[in-house]
């Protein structure tokens, strides 16, 4: 029985429409999952030295210790957006001549072998190896490695319980800022309470006991849950969401436009991939935090247009990559309706401009960082509007690749093929290359002068590029409903 | 009303449809059966232009399907869900097709009105989004939309498939209505013998893409049909 699982296990990996992508996607994935490996492992085997560094006269594992908390908490939060139990996959199952108790024993062990519990593997491996090259006793560092691994088994089960609930996440994000913020400002301090309880499982080898029982604890809590629940109205019952309907009257002043409006906000609204596209474009308003602060990126102008074409434009990348992709689901039946194409498009471009402005209204309060930010802020969002909005439409008629609206966002490369590293070129690189040019050969004010003009010209332009793009779309329709059609592309 | 030409449609070395020659005059009701990969959907794929044909073409009510889109605003199809929005409610699915059809939300209502037997209930005002609907539910959406705006040719891929008893009998009713008008061309293709012989004053039998039998609708026709299909 436990051998048919694995064979199953194997080809549902194998097998799966992700891995039947093309090469160069798989290539693609496969390095940046080497990346995220490598960069942890990096940051595991560097940790000793880095905690070293931070506090010389206290031991790097005791110093550790006392952040494993909020490890602990992050993972959590992070779990509970990325991480889901499959269960829909047993379905079959169901009705064959396996016991329910095997069935579950399965789902749950499979989970063991997420790619989450490897993370903490890999990041705290490295450092277990240089503790015990630098004395550490090899037994002590060996049996916390394991109860680290327990911890995030730990997060791995109580997650699927807690899964459901968002509650459970208000819970998690108010513990992880109450904590914080009783260390700031120094009313109780967090690292003191539980930095010690998490070095005994290093200092003490037997209270591994202890992540190990609250382990086996959540286990059967989750056997049990899945046992009631393991039925077709049950657990395995599709959510189906109490629908709302909009009426959205207020797009009507957009005349022959606003039906394609109101599709197009319901579609951005009511599903899961192109929702969380939309919290994720409004956080990266914070990108420029990270650059802005360090005195390395303050005279590198190259970086500012990057910043400032990425933040004002990161709705018009996220979500004009894939049009006409997102109504792929649908594409056949557009297309054999009366629908003027250009009007379709023009309500795309419509949204995106919005996202643009108001992306850039957000950037305003980085003028904080000097004036010539701002300035290049301003520039790349006029340059956004003008030159990236037309750009990005017109690589959109060669996205031939299906999407499933309903999937989860993160890891998802559905739809996802060489167009979309193509266009970054002519959407980021053009202007970044363009301004430094002119920025050293010539002026800052020039260089921000022929960002703003190239944007108004090709805003002046706007309706003729519109065309040349709407005929380009028309010419490739049977290409993209061939392609949208492929469910597994 | 729809002419078709030397049509064939290949993939490779596979020709999938193969028509010389089929004349489908205003206001019929036309039946379309043959065994699964027989081409009946390629066919209406090609009608609309869905598909680009290898050979030859379709002309509907003399517009030429891949080289204008004038037959767009007198014809409407239901082929299968992926013609529907998931994420609108039927409602808002309506009045989408509506608006793209030139009609108002008060005529997409008087319409639906007229239906309020056939969705039984079960579509209007359900607070469900179209993907959550049953599948026999999705397609009572589908073939209604398809209704909206007074089209002169109505394309129906197996209508009749996923539909309980008392639904079946109701779409026959209106379909029946339908090609009464003069006006209305019905293309209809299904599974079921008995549905379209009662449905359709012509069946076309394609096998392998190609017509083998073209049948006015008599009592006979149901035996024929069988006796063909049974060999």
Redesign the interface.
């Known amino acids: 029985m436990f051998k048919q699982f694995i064979t199953l296990q194997w080809k549902s990996f194998f097998r799966s429409a992700s891995f039947g992508k093309s090469v160069g996607i798989k290539i693609f994935m496969v390095l940046m999952g080497l990346y995220l490996l490598v960069s942890l492992g990096a940051l595991g085997g560097t940790l000793y030295f880095i905690l070293r560094k931070l506090a010389p006269t206290d031991g790097p594992m005791w110093v550790l210790s006392q952040f494993l908390v909020y490890w602990v908490l992050g993972e959590l939060f992070f779990r509970y957006f990325m991480q889901k139990l499959p269960v829909m996959d047993i379905k079959p199952l169901l009705i064959n001549n396996i016991p329910k108790s095997k069935i579950i024993n399965y789902i749950l062990g499979k989970s063991v072998f997420s790619g989450f519990n490897l993370l903490t593997l890999v990041t705290f491996s490295p450092f277990a190896i240089v503790l015990v090259v630098n004395g550490y006793p090899v037994w002590n560092v060996l049996v916390w490695l394991l109860a680290m691994l327990g911890i995030a088994l730990c997060a791995n089960f109580l997650n699927f319980l807690i899964n459901k609930s968002d509650i459970a996440l208000g819970i998690i994000i108010s513990v992880l800022v109450l904590f914080w913020g009783l260390e700031y400002f120094e009313i109780v301090s967090i690292q003191q309470i539980f930095g010690p309880i998490f070095h005994a499982l290093y200092a003490y080898p037997a209270t591994i006991f202890v992540p190990l029982a609250i382990l086996g604890v959540l286990y059967f809590l989750n056997f049990r849950y899945l046992k009631d629940v393991l039925y077709l109205d049950g657990a395995l019952k ?1 959510k ?7 009426d959205l009257a207020w797009t009507q002043r957009f005349g022959e436009m ?2 394609f409006l ?2 197009d906000l ?2 951005i609204w ?2 899961k991939r192109t929702k969380t596209q939309v919290w994720i474009s409004l956080l990266f308003v914070f990108y420029g935090l990270i650059f802005y602060t360090q005195e390395i990126y303050a005279n590198m102008v190259g970086m500012h247009v990057f910043l400032g074409i990425f933040m004002t434009g990161i709705f018009l990348a996220n979500f004009g990559q894939f049009i006409p992709a997102w109504d792929s ?2 594409y ?2 557009m ?5 003027p194409l250009r009007k379709y498009l023009e309500s795309k471009a419509l949204l995106i401009t919005v996202s643009v402005v108001v992306m850039f209204l957000l950037t305003i309060p980085y003028v904080y960082f000097g004036w010539k930010v701002f300035a290049v802020n301003t520039a790349c969002a006029i340059y956004n509007l003008g030159v990236n909005i037309p750009v990005i439409l017109y690589f959109g008629s060669f996205n031939k690749k299906r999407i499933e ?2 999937q989860s966002p993160f890891g998802n490369m559905q739809g996802t093929s060489a167009v979309q590293f193509l266009v970054m070129l002519p959407v980021l690189g053009a202007p970044i290359i363009l301004f430094s040019l002119l920025n050293w050969l010539v002026s800052f004010e020039i260089a921000i002068s022929v960002l703003v003009g190239l944007g108004i010209f090709g805003y002046a332009f706007k309706s003729k590029l519109l065309d040349f793009v709407t005929q380009q779309y028309a010419n490739k ?2 290409v993209m ?2 392609g949208f ?1 492929q469910k597994n592309g | 009303m729809i002419g078709i030409e030397n049509l064939s449609k290949k993939y490779g070395a596979n020709t999938v449809l193969n028509i010389a020659s089929l004349e489908i005059p205003k206001g019929q009701s036309f039946g379309l059966v043959g065994n699964n990969g027989a081409g009946k959907t390629t066919l209406f794929s090609l009608l609309l232009d869905l598909i680009p044909p290898t050979t030859g073409h379709i002309e509907n009510n003399e517009v030429q399907v891949n080289k204008s889109e004038a037959w767009k605003p007198f014809t409407a199809a239901f082929i299968d869900e992926s013609f529907l929005v998931g994420y609108l409610t039927p409602e808002e699915y309506f009045y989408f097709i509506g608006e793209l059809r030139g009609r108002n939300k008060a005529d997409v209502d008087a319409l639906l009105a007229q239906f309020e037997d056939f969705f039984h209930g079960e579509i209007l005002g359900q607070k469900k989004y179209l993907r959550d609907l049953s599948k026999g539910n999705q397609k009572k959406a589908g073939i209604v939309a398809s209704f909206i705006g007074n089209p002169e040719v109505v394309i129906l891929d197996e209508p009749f498939a996923n539909l309980d008893p008392t639904t079946q009998i109701r779409l026959k009713a209106i379909i029946k209505e339908l090609a009464a008008e003069e006006a209305v061309t019905v293309l209809v293709s299904s599974h079921d013998l008995m549905h379209v012989t009662e449905v359709c004053e012509r069946i076309v039998v394609l096998e392998k893409g190609k017509i083998v039998k073209d049948i006015e609708t008599s009592e006979k026709t149901l035996k024929e049909l069988e006796a063909f299909f049974a060999s």
């Open positions: 599709g189906a969401k109490e629908a709302k309907t909009a606003a039906p109101q599709l319901k579609l009511r599903n689901a649908y056949g039946m297309m054999s309706q009366n629908i609206l309903d329709k049977h409903l061939r059609q």
